[in-house]
């Protein structure tokens, strides 16, 4: 059976023992609700007592925006229906409840977070709440300090390996956000005005060995379960609570990834509000609370090993967060923060300050010793 919205009644009735929401043959209301590149999202309710409703993500052998001819394993839905599990037993209330995943069919039924809106649009909106950046700080530090390698026996620490061995998906962040960007490739574009900035990035020796670097680190380190995707987009906001989505890149590999990842998309919003100094102290306050909050659940026995594994999250989480900026301006995906701005020299100059601090936190993310020090980069 293939899904859509044609089939996905008789998928829902046929797999009612499972998924348990709706009365048995009640008549349901379905609708397509994903933006996304990659899967299709669908809400559905039931017709008489819309309050129960849930949400089907659901894994096409392929990629969904370019069709059956680009193909990609429907794996990605194991690996995050993984993480939803792990993600509920560490720090349930903060990721949609699961209901319930059909490997065959590549379906993921959860929880809907209904009228919640995506963090990215609420920092384009201006609306900056820095209790949403605590949350999402106190997520990735039980997740990350709890799975961490030297904190739980080795043989934890191996099943989680095995679980989260997600190297499709981790391919495809080593090239579309270590790899294409830095080199010529036909699915990079950037703003004409740009060009000569990203001439001299590609012919910069140091940037380009320290980019070899973090990539080697993102390939190869196994720290803790890495949700791979952790961008503005991937948090949503329901009743001043953040919920984090779309684990689908969900693997054992640098923690450092995700604060790396989340930081960079509050950088960009920053720069996007750059007549706006409001939103601007706002989003800077947002990255201290987001570390401020990590480090607290981030507890080990023998705090100097704490220290020194703290160091060391910060500076791969600098250098991510460096290259995850630029690969938003001249890599294949931009984001709406910065596509939005209507005014092409007020984007262009959004851009060339933001490529700027972005190549700065690559280069020199070993020496920059805290976060007051790449915040201070931003005055
Ligand atoms: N549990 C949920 N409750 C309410 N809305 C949801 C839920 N899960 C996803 N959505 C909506 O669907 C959108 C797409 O979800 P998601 O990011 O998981 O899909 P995706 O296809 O993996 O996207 P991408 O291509 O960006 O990776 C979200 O931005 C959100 O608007
Ligand atoms: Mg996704």
Redo the contacts with the bound molecule.
């Keep these: 059976m293939e899904l859509n919205l044609a089939t996905l009644p008789d998928y829902l009735h046929q797999r009612h023992e499972k998924i348990r929401i709706f009365e048995p043959e009640v008549p349901l209301h379905i609708e397509e609700?994903?933006?996304?590149?990659?899967?299709?999202?669908y809400?559905v309710s039931d017709v008489a007592h819309p309050e129960r409703s849930?949400?089907l993500?659901h894994?096409p052998p392929y990629i969904?925006?370019l069709g059956p001819d680009y193909p990609l394993s429907t794996e990605?839905l194991t690996y995050?229906s993984r993480a939803l599990e792990i993600y509920n037993q560490l720090v349930s209330g903060t990721v949609?409840a699961q209901y319930d995943f059909d490997a065959a069919m590549s379906v993921i039924a959860?929880?809907?977070?209904?009228d919640?809106s995506?963090l990215r649009d609420d920092l384009i909106a201006g609306k900056v709440d820095t209790a949403i950046a605590e949350q999402v700080g106190r997520f990735m530090g039980i997740v990350h300090s709890q799975t961490y390698v030297d904190n739980v026996p080795k043989a934890t620490a191996q099943h989680y390996s095995q679980q989260f061995a997600n190297t499709t998906m981790q391919s495809i962040t080593a090239d579309y956000v270590f790899t294409f960007p830095f080199t010529e490739h036909e699915t990079n574009f950037w703003t004409s005005g740009l060009a000569p900035d990203v001439r001299q990035l590609k012919a910069d020796t140091d940037f380009l060995q320290q980019a070899a670097h973090l990539k080697h680190i993102f390939l190869t380190a196994q720290q803790g379960v890495t949700h791979g995707?952790l961008h503005t987009?991937?948090v949503?906001v329901?009743d001043n609570t953040a919920?984090v989505?779309?684990?689908?890149?969900a693997f054992y590999g640098p923690v450092g990834f995700d604060i790396g990842l989340y930081w960079a998309n509050y950088f960009l919003a920053y720069f996007s509000h750059q007549d706006t100094s409001r939103v601007q102290s706002a989003l800077k306050t947002a990255v201290e609370k987001v570390w401020d909050t990590y480090t607290a659940e981030f507890t080990m026995v023998d705090t100097g090993l704490k220290a020194q594994v703290l160091g060391n999250i910060f500076q791969d989480a600098v250098g991510f967060a460096g290259l995850e900026v630029l690969r938003r301006l001249i890599g294949a995906a931009h984001v709406k923060d910065i596509e939005g701005i209507a005014d092409l020299s007020e984007k262009l100059s959004v851009e060339k300050a933001a490529l700027q601090f972005g190549t700065t936190l690559v280069k020199q993310c070993q020496s920059l010793r805290d976060v007051a020090a790449v915040i201070a980069m931003l005055s």
């Design positions: 609700i994903g933006d996304g590149n990659l899967n299709t999202v809400r849930l949400v993500k894994a969904k925006i990605r995050e949609p959860m929880e809907d977070l209904r919640a995506v995707d987009g991937s949503l329901q919920k989505i779309d684990a689908e890149f």
